[in-house]
């Protein structure tokens, strides 16, 4: 029973492509997170939502678009990629209030060749 | 920018002895939380210690805060083998972000 499931795990992609990675929780949170570690180990917050509404889009290109159909679901669809995009995307879920834990999938290691 | 340095960025112990981890931050916070990801997974929250309290114990782990420094320090006792990981501080601030802001991470070591 994963809490946060996030897939594909591992994707491989050319220049130029549009690529989803799909995000579903079943613990009950209204809010989901996209997160995004470069090699370097660095993890930056991308977009949050609440309740299927945007709360957080911090300086992300254009290219990227998350959906969120319902609160269990948090979506993240980048189109025309580049090999700057290669990075672990995690998705992340938490109660609304600020004392709380966030809760990680295991991420999907996005490769632009 | 990164909120947060960790310091240090690797440390390598044996099993057995004890790992100190430090984290400073920049901004003020209501919450500071530590987080471990083993090679390849994802993140496991660990610990959190909110702004008005200045330390905390769970099992072999012990955290400090000191706000008036912007800085925390997670203590891990008796450290084994299934410890070595990277271990990340993250910061809950209080403007009402919804978001954590990360550290840079410490590669913890522990050899049998």
């Known amino acids: 029973d994963t809490a946060v499931s996030q897939t594909p795990k591992y994707l491989v992609t050319q220049m130029g492509n549009d690529k989803s990675i799909k995000c579903e929780q079943n613990?009950?949170?209204?809010?989901m997170y996209w997160y995004k570690q470069d090699s370097k180990k660095f993890l930056k917050i991308m977009f949050s939502?609440?309740?299927?509404?945007?709360?957080i889009n911090e300086t992300v290109p254009n290219r990227f678009s998350p959906k969120s159909p319902d609160k269990a679901h948090l979506n993240l669809h980048i189109n025309s990629l580049e090999l700057g995009d290669s990075a672990v995307y995690f998705c992340a879920s938490s109660l609304p209030s600020e004392h709380t834990e966030a809760f990680f999938g295991q991420g999907t290691r996005l490769t632009v060749v | 920018s990164q909120q947060g340095e960790e310091d240090p960025q690797a440390l390598s112990i044996q099993e057995g002895e004890n790992a100190t981890m430090n984290c400073s931050y920049k901004?003020?916070?209501?919450?500071l939380q530590w987080y471990r990801q083993n090679s390849g997974r994802g993140l496991v929250h660990l610990i959190l210690i909110r702004s008005n309290e200045r330390e905390k114990h769970s099992g072999r782990l012990r955290v400090t805060l000191d706000t008036s420094k912007k800085s925390s320090s997670l203590l891990i006792t008796a450290s084994r083998a299934a410890d070595t990981a990277s271990y990340f501080c993250a910061t809950h601030g209080d403007t009402g972000r919804r978001a954590l802001t990360f550290g840079s991470g410490t590669r913890l070591q522990v050899q049998p």
């Open positions: 613990l009950g949170h209204d809010t």
């Open positions: 901004t003020s916070i209501n919450n």
């Open positions: 939502y609440n309740n299927k509404e945007l709360i």
